[in-house]
């Protein structure tokens, strides 16, 4: 049976964050920020040489972060003196299509070059990021620029057309070749992905069309101004999103801003225009990620203690060198034998780990201490089943088998530092004293600031937002509740709304359009 993906798209004042569930269950977080530009993965810049580094054949670029970028002799690319040129000879004066289509592609850069005699400081060079800063460290860099598309990535200044080794059937490949290879103008190349089979010409001539005018819309940038800027960034994280996952088995698209739904739904219509139905509006009273128990998955997967079934948990530290893990069968009832119990915790283990991750997007080498197994054959198995549970992570992997010590070491594509989200809070009431006044008077401190609401402002409808716990000690009784007796008190309006977000006595009043009162 296919899994259910649904998306859940939540967005707020200062950033947008992104849920990615199969069969309801959360497999992938992602959140934009808003405002300043942010370093981000497909991002291209025109940078300045800062240092050449003989030693390391390789050079610092500056790119307008604090830490330098660093760009190996290695990811030049092959036509890295086109683009060199392009850079040098395009100015307010020049006509830049002119320029671009007159340079030839020469010689390829040799592959035991030495990064000095390609590059010299203060050189401005046109650069983009295949790693983001990470710690101590700036971004990565290549400056084999490519524009990643649904169905083709363009490379300009290239003159091949290559094609995913996952299409299988000769035909379909060489009608992909010759249609991309027909559409694409001088000095342009391709790479046509997985999701362009069985895709109708209209579609890819689209798509071509618009990632070459994201490129050449870029030149005006390079042409007016050499300095440090960015040149053009990614799509939104959305719609990168959509971008690699959109498949047949995508079920559902939810989105809580009417803005960012036509924006998903015009992006749709370009890639996959049968699956525009997929997108929905979502417009109910409870907060999108509260409604799609998002917010209660962020709070229990997120933690240094990760719980998995019947009791068993996992223990996940982050280091600068490697991530560990440990896994522990707690309080398990070890109803069979030993050696099958562990090697069951250790499967239950391999299936949160799989999942964690691609939610932390946890990158570098990752050591697991799985639970000691003596069978061989057990600990063949969990590799098998380890590299299978595997197979649906985009990041590029590598699984090693289990040491003599019950290790496995796991090395993940990193390209973005980890996603850490603090799971505990201080607390609102104490503010970390551990000292609160007594639960017993919250009831009449929300009457005070009702009485004065209604006294001295005038107000008389309100919504409270209180946590689960106090909404049901504020609304026990059918008829004695507190919200029953202030309704009738105060002759008031006031509607209970439960926020799971809230700390235990954490409360608000807010008018009926759920804005804070003060």
Aim: neutral net charge.
């Amino acid at each position: 049976m296919e899994s259910e993906k649904d998306l859940i798209v939540d967005v707020s004042t200062n950033e947008v964050r992104i849920a990615l569930q199969e069969n309801h269950r959360l497999i992938e977080l992602n959140k934009e920020t808003g405002g300043e530009h942010k370093i981000t993965v497909g991002d291209a810049y025109l940078g300045r040489v800062k240092k050449v580094m003989p030693a390391l054949n390789a050079a610092f670029v500056d790119i307008g972060d604090e830490k330098e970028a660093f760009i190996h002799y290695l990811d030049l690319g092959l036509h890295f003196k086109a683009f060199d040129e392009f850079v040098k000879k395009t100015n307010s004066n020049t006509n830049a299509a002119e320029v671009y289509r007159n340079i030839k592609l020469g010689p390829i850069l040799e592959k035991e070059g030495r990064i000095e005699n390609v590059l010299a400081q203060g050189q401005m060079i046109l650069v983009q990021i295949v790693k983001e800063p990470i710690s101590t460290k700036g971004s990565r860099l290549t400056a084999e620029i490519s524009l990643a598309g649904r169905n083709i990535v363009l490379i300009p200044f290239a003159q091949k057309v290559s094609i995913s080794q996952k299409i299988s059937s000769k035909e379909e490949k060489r009608r992909l070749e010759t249609l991309v290879g027909s559409i694409l103008p001088v000095n342009y190349g391709a790479i046509i992905r997985t999701a362009a089979e069985g895709k109708n010409a209209a579609i890819l001539v689209a798509e071509v069309k618009n990632l070459i005018a994201k490129w050449e819309d870029s030149w005006k940038k390079i042409s007016q101004s050499k300095t440090i800027q960015p040149v053009f960034s990614e799509y939104s994280k959305t719609t990168t999103i959509l971008r690699d996952l959109l498949n047949d088995s995508f079920s559902n698209i939810y989105v809580n801003n009417e803005r960012e739904f036509e924006e998903i739904k015009r992006y749709i219509s370009i890639i996959s225009p049968e699956q525009e139905k997929i997108v929905k509006l979502y417009d109910g009273r409870e907060p999108i990620f509260d409604h799609f128990d998002i917010t209660r998955q962020i709070k229990s997967s997120f933690g240094k203690v990760v719980p998995i079934k019947q009791g068993a948990y996992l223990v996940i530290e982050s280091t600068e060198a490697l991530n560990v893990v440990d896994v522990n069968s707690g309080i398990r009832a070890k109803t069979k034998e030993q050696e099958e119990n562990s090697f069951e915790v250790n499967k239950y283990a391999a299936e949160e780990l799989a999942r964690q991750f691609r939610l932390r997007d946890m990158g570098g080498i990752i050591i697991i201490d799985f639970i000691d197994m003596d069978s061989v054959e057990h600990r063949n198995e969990l590799y098998k089943y380890m590299v299978e549970l595997m197979q649906n992570d985009r990041a590029k992997h590598n699984v090693l088998p289990l040491t003599k010590f019950g290790l496995m070491q796991i090395t993940r594509q990193r390209v973005r530092p980890v996603t850490e989200i603090n799971t505990t809070e201080q607390c609102p009431m104490c503010h970390g004293t551990g000292k609160i006044a007594s639960s017993l008077l919250i009831d009449e401190q929300i009457e005070r600031k009702l009485a004065y609401y209604v006294a001295e402002k005038g107000l008389h409808d309100f919504i409270l937002k209180v946590s689960p716990i106090l909404g049901a000690y504020l609304s026990r009784g059918l008829f004695s509740s507190y919200v029953k007796k202030w309704k009738k008190k105060y002759k008031c309006r006031l509607n209970l709304e439960e926020v799971s977000d809230f700390s235990v006595l954490q409360h608000e009043f807010c008018n009926l359009n759920g804005d804070l009162l003060d």
